[in-house]
């Protein structure tokens, strides 16, 4: 039996101190990709944060090798004073990667590399911390709405790269509204919505 890179079990999460999702249960295996699906406000980002490790799960089990998640959020994660290059090099110091051309090459930055990023479009500054992933060397990219500011030719090469991933034996969770592609599983989050809690004893004097 294949052992999953990620396993989910009955895990609810929480946000601004009330469960917004409970029961969330699955395992994602190498080459695999899962899309989560969902309302704005459902708790797809909450779901994703709690995966990659940023807030604790309420209740529930969440089993991965250590430090195998690489997590891209809404924020671009670069320093605008620092070039393309540099930005990819600082990330690449971190996690150990010996060279930073592959990254530079597949989101089409080779050209920019010398650029400040503060001088970059909003779309060239998304393909920069979408090319952090690849020189995180992590098994699991947690993406929260990755083709922000991208145009159709980027969301292409994003999608390329993800696939190339899955090829290589990772797996990908993704929480997107657009369609990439990718021969995926789907997980609509609004499923795992709490059931209401009964108020019958609410003090109505704190109205």
């Keep these: 039996m294949t052992t999953p890179l990620l396993s989910l079990t009955d895990v609810a999460c929480t946000r601004g101190g009330l469960r917004i999702l409970e029961g969330v249960t699955f395992d994602l295996l190498a080459g695999e990709a899962l899309i989560l699906r969902g309302p704005n406000g459902s708790g797809k980002t909450t779901l994703l944060r709690t995966i990659a490790g940023l807030q604790p799960p309420e209740s529930g089990t969440i089993a991965a090798e250590p430090e195998c998640i690489a997590y891209a959020a809404h924020a671009d994660g670069i320093k605008s004073t620092l070039s393309v290059a540099e930005n990819l090099e600082f990330w690449a110091g971190l996690f150990g990667t010996a060279s930073i051309d592959e990254a530079l090459a597949a989101f089409d930055l080779?050209?920019?590399?010398?650029?400040?990023?503060q001088s970059l479009s909003a779309g060239q500054k998304r393909r920069l911390g979408l090319a952090r992933l690849l020189v995180t060397g992590r098994r699991i990219w947690a993406l929260d709405e990755p083709t922000v500011s991208l145009d159709q030719s980027a969301v292409s090469?994003?999608?390329?790269?993800?696939?190339?991933?899955l090829d290589d034996g990772g797996a990908a969770l993704v929480a997107t509204h657009i369609d990439l592609g990718l021969d995926a599983r789907t997980l609509d989050v609004s499923?795992?919505?709490?059931?209401?809690?009964?108020t019958g004893a609410f003090d109505e004097s704190f109205l």
């Design 157 to 165: 090469l994003f999608a390329e790269r993800v696939r190339r991933h």
């Design 110 to 117: 080779a050209a920019l590399r010398s650029r400040r990023a």
């Design 191 to 198: 499923e795992f919505k709490p059931a209401r809690v009964a």
